[in-house]
């Protein structure tokens, strides 16, 4: 059975103290850095060594160093990862956007200038056909962002964009998406890559 592993970015000065971080491009801290080697060495534990099918990620330079450091070939650097657009709200943390919209959430509320959920559901729908095409020979690989990838599980499992709020995707966590006899299914999520 092949599998969808999405590995989230490893940690950046910004998704560490909870700063929206979109287009604005954050090298990962020393953390961060041993996280995602930490994560390679995960993923291969939990998946083997055999080439996955396709390794894409954001073109985020966050991303892509994440992938260098896990070990992973990347064959595809696509838009379609990249995090939910933020617009006016880049670099501020939710308590700060609360300061002048109360109870703001990015899945209950518009962000000026940024993206809807609804425009984060159609880029998670095109990589999910994406995906599913490719799986047929051989696992994917897709390592991105942690909002984004909240919208692409909820998308996996036929669920609306703004369901993604239930689910918790940590830097540098593994999560695998898969099917049950033809039924979407979560099989592991925010998996952290801590080896003992």
Same mark, same amino acid.
Request: charged residues 20%; negative net charge.
């Given at each position: %059975?092949? @599998?969808?592993?999405?590995?989230?970015?490893?940690?950046?000065?910004?998704?560490?103290?909870? !700063?929206?971080?979109?287009? /604005?491009?954050?090298?990962?801290?020393?953390?961060?850095?041993?996280? $995602? +080697?930490? $994560?390679?060495?995960?993923?291969?534990? %939990? !998946?083997? &060594?055999? !080439?996955? #099918?396709?390794? #894409?990620?954001?073109?985020?330079?966050? #991303?892509?160093? /994440? @992938?260098?450091?896990? +070990? =992973?070939?990347?064959?595809?650097?696509?838009? *379609?990862? #990249?995090?939910?657009?933020? +617009?006016?709200?880049?670099?501020?943390?939710?308590?700060?956007?609360?300061?002048?919209?109360?109870?703001?959430?990015?899945?209950?509320?518009?962000?000026?200038?940024?993206?809807?959920?609804?425009?984060?559901? &159609?880029?998670? @729908?095109?990589?999910?056909?994406?995906?599913?095409? $490719?799986?047929?020979?051989?696992?994917?690989?897709?390592?991105?962002?942690?909002?984004?990838?909240?919208?692409?599980?909820?998308?996996? =499992?036929?669920?609306?964009?703004?369901?993604?709020?239930?689910? $918790? =995707?940590? &830097?540098?966590?593994?999560?695998?998406?898969? *099917?049950?006899?033809?039924?979407?299914?979560?099989?592991?999520?925010?998996?952290?890559?801590?080896?003992?």
């Amino acid at each position: %059975m092949t @599998a969808l592993y999405l590995l989230r970015h490893g940690e950046t000065d910004w998704s560490r103290t909870g !700063r929206h971080t979109s287009v /604005t491009d954050l090298p990962l801290t020393p953390t961060g850095e041993r996280l $995602a +080697g930490d $994560a390679g060495r995960l993923l291969g534990t %939990m !998946r083997g &060594a055999t !080439r996955p #099918a396709l390794v #894409a990620t954001s073109p985020r330079g966050r #991303a892509i160093r /994440t @992938a260098e450091l896990a +070990g =992973l070939s990347i064959d595809s650097v696509t838009e *379609d990862l #990249a995090e939910w657009d933020y +617009g006016e709200y880049e670099g501020l943390s939710t308590p700060q956007i609360r300061e002048t919209v109360p109870g703001w959430t990015v899945w209950s509320h518009v962000s000026p200038g940024g993206e809807t959920a609804e425009q984060v559901g &159609a880029r998670a @729908a095109r990589v999910v056909e994406r995906v599913r095409d $490719a799986l047929v020979d051989g696992d994917v690989i897709l390592v991105g962002h942690g909002h984004f990838s909240r919208v692409l599980v909820a998308t996996w =499992l036929g669920l609306p964009p703004t369901a993604g709020v239930h689910f $918790a =995707l940590e &830097a540098a966590a593994i999560s695998v998406l898969g *099917d049950e006899r033809g039924e979407p299914q979560v099989k592991r999520l925010n998996v952290p890559p801590v080896l003992e």
